[in-house]
């Protein structure tokens, strides 16, 4: 069975700063997608980035951007420029290829960005 | 816009009184979902249908129960609520079941009395 860590159950940064929220998971197979999504308080759960393990290439949307370490099952998110607005609760998920499509879910990061 | 609607957003019961819960979408995917998100914590999957096959998670209580009469509508049941099914219910779409990113509506919040 897949397992999905996050370290740090609660983070805060200041608005216009860089932050970091961490991810690792644990899985013997080889294709497999990472995802991170973002539920602000009271607000949908909405897709952030997603990564497909077959690309080396770390994706980016905008001011968000991952750094997905393959051989070591890291995949932390980058958040630039913070804005008071990514205030949100934040979850690593992983899904297997071809395994039904389920997601299993980190426990999730509070993150708070300050005035 | 193409979405995933859930109503109402807002449910509250009384102790054993049966509940139904709605959720619909607009981007015509092949397979629903249910979640139930406790405070602070991560969604854990229900259910999910794909087209009209429905799959049951291992340690889903009998007390819930799905309906998919439709592609576009999925209804979660709740038979007895009791307080401990007090929580977020997520629904989600997907397009497929290979490597699809999954959708979510903005849930529905159930108090139970």
């Known amino acids: 069975a897949q397992t999905v860590t996050q370290s740090q159950p609660e983070m805060s940064v200041q608005e216009a700063e860089t932050v970091t929220l961490s991810c690792t998971y644990d899985t013997s197979e080889n294709n497999y997608y990472l995802f991170w999504y973002k539920q602000p308080p009271s607000r949908q759960m909405i897709l952030v980035i997603r990564?497909?393990?077959?690309?080396?290439q770390n994706a980016t949307e905008n001011r968000f951007s991952v750094n997905f370490q393959k051989a070591a099952k890291s995949f932390s998110l980058k958040i630039s420029d913070s804005q008071l607005g990514d205030t949100a609760m934040y979850f690593c998920?992983?899904?297997?290829?071809?395994?039904?499509?389920?997601?299993?879910f980190g426990g999730g990061t509070r993150l708070m960005v300050k005035p | 816009d193409a979405m995933v609607i859930q109503n109402p957003r807002y449910q509250v019961t009384q102790f054993g009184k049966p509940v139904t819960l709605s959720c619909s979408q607009t981007l015509n995917h092949n397979v629903m979902y249910w979640y139930q998100q406790k405070s602070s914590q991560a969604p854990k999957l229900l259910f999910h249908y794909y087209d009209k096959d429905f799959n049951n998670e291992a340690d889903t209580p009998d007390n819930f129960q799905s309906r998919r009469p439709n592609t576009s509508f999925c209804f979660l049941d709740i038979r007895s609520p009791g307080l401990g099914d007090a929580a977020m219910y997520l629904c989600a779409t997907s397009r497929d079941l290979i490597g699809n990113t999954q959708y979510f509506g903005p849930g529905t919040r159930l108090t139970v009395l």
């Open positions: 998920a992983f899904m297997l290829l071809n395994a039904g499509n389920m997601l299993t």
């Open positions: 990564q497909e393990a077959y690309k080396q």
